[in-house]
């Protein structure tokens, strides 16, 4: 079998497509990820040796240098990923199977149109619940749209979110379509997702409470990493007491400084040493004293391992790495799903949130306080050892027999 994935998004958005992509060749199937040029994700490509197709321009400088939030140049952004899929993913999935996409809606409605053209089987897979309509729930809301502030009927507010779908992106993929042929969708939002959308999250830290759409949930992508962690790190590490992490993974620094600078202090003012993620904020404490660690790219999977608490944005992936690893987590959410994310954290028992719109000093550590208590890293030992750990089988094996 061959099988095209494709995604544009930060690193919680690659990896996981690279880790079901890994596992589909392991058993035997040829796949090949379609993904934006960013330099880190080609060597994470190439590392997990998954083909790449570049796709589309590198995310990290829009996300870097966008106000997040601002609506400024959507249209044309929204062309260019919803072009590049007519382009480039369309060439890369030329006498394969399958197409497995992910991403923003314009990615996914050109993924599946590419995919009606050539005849082959396609998948939406998405790595959090919240854009999924459901009664359960409010609508996310969409860049520069917004939705009834008065509307308290979650049915009419999705129906809402259907209808801004299409004002945004119904010409632009009606364009598509006809040059290729096709005729125009009435619904952009729900032919992306189709009827049977799946979800790659843990059932456990991220049950889907069933609604009318056939939701298949495979559990987390995500790959065994055996990365050795920096020599320098683990002189660290063996040097004292666990450190707490502080990391903000892809937010831009606009979004994110004061927020771990605060957080740093909070950790020192607890008496506990400090591992700090440069992330795409390139974060560094101005001081450089010997209690803090910069890291960059490292395995995560080993460090959560070793850490007293992980303190993070909330985006799935974190979430569930640090999760998996046992770990007590803070999560302190700026947007998109990350409340989501810190709501199962706190439902759970395996950590705490802090949602102040402006965190300070003060309730980060008080927040901290409460996730480095001893009953939450016993809670969060026991659910790490709730948690799935087959994702990727059990969707690579959905895939090879074409069924799901």
Same mark, same amino acid.
């Given at each position: 079998m061959r099988v095209v994935l494709s995604t544009y998004g930060s690193r919680g958005s690659v990896e996981p497509i690279a880790a079901l992509a890994a596992r589909l060749r392991e058993l035997g199937a040829?796949?090949?990820?379609?993904?934006?040029?960013?330099?880190?994700?080609?060597?994470?490509?190439? $590392?997990?040796?998954?083909?790449?197709v570049p796709t589309g321009r590198p995310v990290r400088p829009l996300v870097t240098t966008v106000r997040p939030g601002s609506a400024a140049g959507l249209a044309e952004r929204a062309a260019e990923l919803m072009g590049a899929q007519f382009d480039t993913v369309a060439a890369a999935a030329e006498g394969c199977d399958v197409l497995v996409a992910t991403g923003p809606l314009p990615v996914v409605t050109g993924a599946r149109s590419v995919a009606e053209k050539l005849g082959i089987r396609y998948v939406h897979a998405g790595h959090q619940p919240v854009s999924l309509p459901s009664p359960h729930r409010r609508p996310p809301g969409r860049r520069g749209r917004t939705l009834p502030e008065g509307e308290s009927d979650n049915k009419a507010l999705w129906d809402e979110d259907a209808h801004i779908a299409d004002e945004m992106f119904g010409d632009m993929l009606a364009a598509r379509r006809a040059a290729l042929g096709l005729p125009p969708v009435e619904n952009v939002r729900d032919y992306a997702f189709t009827d049977h959308p799946w979800l790659a999250t843990d059932p456990v830290l991220s049950p889907w409470r069933p609604t009318?759409?056939?939701?298949?949930?495979?559990?987390?992508?995500?790959?065994?990493?055996?990365?050795?962690?920096?020599?320098?790190?683990?002189?660290?590490?063996?040097?004292?007491?666990?450190? =707490?992490?502080?990391?903000? +993974?892809s937010m831009p620094g606009g979004a994110v400084a004061d927020v771990a600078h605060g957080a740093v202090e909070a950790v020192r003012a607890a008496g506990h040493r =400090?591992?700090?993620?440069?992330?795409?904020?390139?974060?560094?404490?101005?001081?450089? %004293?010997?209690?803090?660690?910069?890291?960059?790219?490292?395995?995560?999977?080993?460090?959560?391992r070793r850490s007293a608490a992980v303190v993070h944005h909330g985006s799935a992936a974190t979430t569930t790495t640090a999760a998996q690893?046992?770990?007590?987590?803070?999560? =302190?959410p700026r947007g998109a799903d990350q409340p989501y994310w810190a709501g199962r954290v706190t439902d759970l028992g395996? +950590?705490?949130?802090?949602?102040?719109? $402006?965190?300070?000093? $003060?309730?980060?550590?008080?927040?901290?306080?409460?996730?480095?208590?001893?009953?939450?890293?016993?809670?969060?030992?026991?659910?790490? %050892?709730?948690?799935?750990?087959? +994702?990727?089988?059990?969707?690579?094996?959905?895939?090879?027999?074409?069924t799901g």
């Open positions: 040829e796949a090949r990820v379609c993904a934006p040029p960013d330099e880190e994700f080609a060597e994470r490509l190439a $590392e997990l040796a998954v083909p790449m009318g759409l056939g939701v298949v949930q495979t559990g987390a992508w995500h790959v065994t990493d055996e990365r050795p962690l920096p020599a320098d790190l683990v002189d660290f590490l063996d040097a004292g007491p666990r450190p =707490v992490y502080v990391g903000f +993974g =400090v591992v700090v993620l440069r992330g795409w904020a390139d974060l560094a404490p101005a001081d450089g %004293g010997d209690d803090c660690f910069v890291v960059g790219e490292v395995n995560q999977q080993a460090l959560f690893a046992g770990v007590p987590q803070l999560v =302190v395996v +950590g705490t949130s802090c949602a102040d719109p $402006e965190p300070t000093v $003060e309730s980060l550590a008080a927040a901290l306080r409460q996730a480095l208590a001893p009953a939450l890293r016993t809670r969060a030992a026991a659910v790490a %050892g709730a948690l799935r750990t087959d +994702g990727t089988t059990v969707a690579a094996r959905l895939l090879l027999d074409g």
